[in-house]
């Protein structure tokens, strides 16, 4: 993801600390970014930090407190070999 850096500066050698800040006040003030947000923490270092409540409308998730969800019909489930035993399993969707 690239972002312009304005000059914003006052000519006195801060040119460049106040572009910096005035290109991440820009950051902070997006809703929406143009390609997708990737994060390169260490395990065990949160990726993500969400200080609301409210739910996100279409946020997908692998896993939901260590868990997989897996859908699906009476004759999908019969059909999977190998039960995973980190798996919730609904059945009639």
Do not use: C, H
Not at 10 to 22: F, I, P, R, T, Y
Request: glycine content about 8%; cysteine-free.
């Amino acid at each position: 993801m690239t972002y312009n850096i304005p000059n914003t500066g006052d000519g006195k050698g801060n040119d460049l600390l106040a572009s910096v800040n005035q290109a991440l006040n820009n950051l902070n003030d997006k809703t929406t970014f143009p390609s997708p947000i990737a994060s390169d923490v260490t395990t065990g270092t949160k990726p993500l930090q969400v200080n609301s409540k409210s739910k996100v409308t279409n946020l997908n998730a692998d896993r939901v407190s260590g868990w997989k969800l897996w859908k699906g019909t009476q004759i999908q489930f019969d059909n999977i070999v190998t039960k995973d035993s980190e798996t919730i399993y609904f059945i009639g969707y």
